[in-house]
């Protein structure tokens, strides 16, 4: 298996490389040079296996010769031994036709840690015996730092540098990053957006200067391994409801795209998607996009759903070079030159053949809140109640089931799910005495030179 560059002008490279690598040198982001393909008896086979058989199965044949499948076996297990379910990624329901799908079991509490304690391990792995050293480079809006953060924590050969929108993320969210001292993690809060840390991020890699002073790598959905990762519970949650015999729709909170984009790789796959809705908040870039083929970047929106508070979605380039077939570096250079450019017909036609989306504003979140409460006795968080939101209204034919997936816990925003239920989520017990640890973080200005001055302090350079 060998991976490509979104943007052309990158060399092909193994799965090892492109873990460690992150962002393509040329800008663009790296994908299978072709998608695996499973056939009915294969997905078929499915039923019934443990979520670390189906993480194997579905990534084995990702990983090339970089890992045997006994190695991804024994990361898998440590992995998801983590989570606090059994099931990993339980499925819930709520009615005759919607479903929960649980993406929050993991140590900190959101749908990150499915890929992100898999991706650590990988980094280990990868630099086991070697003399290399990464250094994380990250952008957050909440969910990301903290399941990042807790996968590399204390791990030789690794520093992680998480930027996060200082101001907009939950309390929650920020005491799970800035309370993790270990001497490699290092919080930043910026004073700008989520978008403003996601550009330094990128401008980091792409400079010539720093890239080549520092092995810099990705924890973020740019990351291949991330977004692979993100893929088994597509499998895992079809197989449960009837695939192959029965085809399923997912609706899918999303900012970034690159949860969705996992649900379209598994369609490519061979799985039996009926539909993939994105489901966006009034940041809704992505519903234009896919709507109208608008993709141009507005004002972000501060809301309660603050992981979604995004005007720029780095996974889109994903779908855009897939369904393109080509380069799209022209198409993101403009883009990135003008904050707006239009999808192609080829580019609108290919995405409704999957996808559909919608806009979630605070009333409809709200009340889907209260249905859930009320109708299913299920507590939601508020991103996970715009994805059922926006599958309730979706349409699918009867048949269909239709599984929202819940990205985080309620008690991440805690304050927010009481506002719209009365009813106040409390903390997991085995996110521990989060309110009465010591925080450490700087907060800098969101400027390329204050942020990469702060990192070479600190960073281990190159051998």
């Keep these: 298996m060998h991976y490509q560059s979104t943007r052309g002008a990158a060399p092909l490279l193994g799965f ?10 040329d800008g663009g982001l790296y994908v299978p040079q072709s998608w695996p393909s499973f056939s009915r008896e294969q997905i078929a086979a499915l039923a019934g296996l443990s979520y670390v058989e189906t993480a194997v199965r579905v990534m084995l044949p990702f990983v090339g010769e970089d890992l045997s499948e006994d190695e991804l076996r024994e990361l898998c297990t440590r992995a998801y031994g983590r989570f606090a379910h059994a099931a990993v990624t339980p499925l819930v329901q709520l009615d ?23 991706l650590g391990l990988l980094f280990e792995r990868f630099l086991r015996g070697g ?28 520093d992680i540098f998480m930027l996060h929108p200082k101001g907009r993320v939950s309390e929650v969210q920020r005491r799970q990053m800035t309370t993790v001292l270990a001497p490699n993690v290092h919080n930043i809060a910026i004073e700008g957006s989520f978008d403003d840390a996601q550009a330094l991020v990128k401008a980091m890699f792409n400079d010539r200067d720093f890239a080549g002073r520092f092995q810099v790598t ?18 895992y949650a079809a197989v449960r409801l009837g695939a192959p015999d029965r085809p399923v729709a997912f609706s899918v909170p999303t900012g970034n795209f690159g949860d969705v984009f996992a649900g379209y790789v598994a369609a490519k796959m061979g799985l039996p998607v009926a539909k993939l809705v994105v ?7 992505l519903h234009r996009a896919l709507s109208t083929g608008d993709y141009s970047a507005g004002t972000v929106t501060p809301t309660d759903a603050p992981s979604m508070d995004i005007q720029v979605s780095s996974n889109f380039e994903r779908l855009l070079f897939d369904l393109a077939g080509a380069s799209v570096a022209d198409q993101m250079r403009g883009f990135e030159a003008n904050r707006a ?4 017909n080829a580019q609108r036609q290919g995405a409704a053949a999957l996808f559909a989306s919608d806009r979630i504003d605070a009333a409809e979140m709200n009340g889907a809140m209260r249905w859930a409460h009320a109708e299913a006795g299920q507590v939601l968080d508020p991103h996970s ?27 991440k925003f805690a304050d927010a799910v009481e506002r719209a239920t009365g009813v106040r989520p409390s903390v997991p017990s085995r996110v521990g005495d989060l ?19 702060y990192i070479a302090e600190r960073a281990t350079p190159k051998a």
Excluded: C
Aim: glycine share 6%.
């Design 16 to 25: 090892r490389d492109v873990t460690l690598a992150g962002l393509a040198s």
């Design 96 to 118: 005759q036709q919607q479903w929960l799908l649980e993406l929050f079991h993991g140590p900190t509490l959101a749908f990150k840690d499915v890929a992100l304690q898999l």
């Design 131 to 158: 003399n290399q050293h990464l250094t994380i480079v990250g952008a957050t809006s909440g969910d990301t730092g903290s399941a990042a953060i807790d996968a590399v924590a204390g791990r030789i050969g690794v």
């Design 218 to 235: 990705a924890v973020n959905s740019i990351n291949w391994a991330r977004l692979m990762a993100q893929v088994v519970y597509y499998f």
């Design 279 to 285: 489901a966006t908040n009034v940041n809704d870039i």
């Design 341 to 344: 450019m239009q999808l192609s």
């Design 385 to 411: 109640a715009i994805g059922l939101a926006a599958a309730r209204r979706a349409g699918a034919p009867a048949e269909v089931p239709v599984v929202t997936l819940a990205t985080a816990h309620a008690a």
């Design 435 to 453: 309110y009465q640890r010591q925080e450490r973080y700087d907060v800098l200005p969101a400027t390329f030179e204050a942020i990469t001055s």
